[in-house]
């Protein structure tokens, strides 16, 4: 498995924005998956996704540890965080497993159009910098 794991340095300069990751399972291989994260200062918020036909595999694990890795050594990041859904148990499992700590849960606070109209309870996680 491949992460693209190179942060541009405007990127690093911007103190708010938009960049991301391309997953891969091997250099030459198609996409599989992104990783979005929004800066915001020195925290940044990530969100992360991979084709149904990669589930279960570690696969989001070890793309979201390579992030976490990447975000925290650039100097720039004290804090990591996200918002999935709390009914979501694998993304929660991922999360957890890359040492992320549960914040709380909000309320019907997501609405994920590609699972339908009704909102749903977000799952709050987070990881700081020690």
Not at 44 to 61: C, N
Not at 75 to 87: K, Q, S, V
């Amino acid at each position: 498995m491949r992460l693209l794991t190179r942060l541009g340095a405007a990127l690093l300069a911007n103190r708010e924005g938009m960049f991301g990751w391309v997953i891969t399972v091997g250099r030459t291989d198609p996409p599989i998956g992104l990783l979005t994260c929004i800066a915001e200062g020195q925290a940044v918020q990530i969100h992360y996704g991979l084709a149904r036909s990669h589930w279960g595999k570690g696969l989001a694990t070890e793309a979201v540890g390579l992030a976490i890795q990447a975000l925290l050594e650039c100097g720039r990041f004290d804090r990591i965080y996200t918002t999935c859904a709390a009914e979501h148990t694998a993304s929660r499992s991922v999360l957890t497993k890359c040492g992320f700590e549960l914040e709380g849960i909000a309320p019907r606070a997501l609405l994920l159009p590609a699972l339908g109209d009704a909102r749903r309870d977000g799952a709050c996680y987070a990881i700081e910098r020690r």
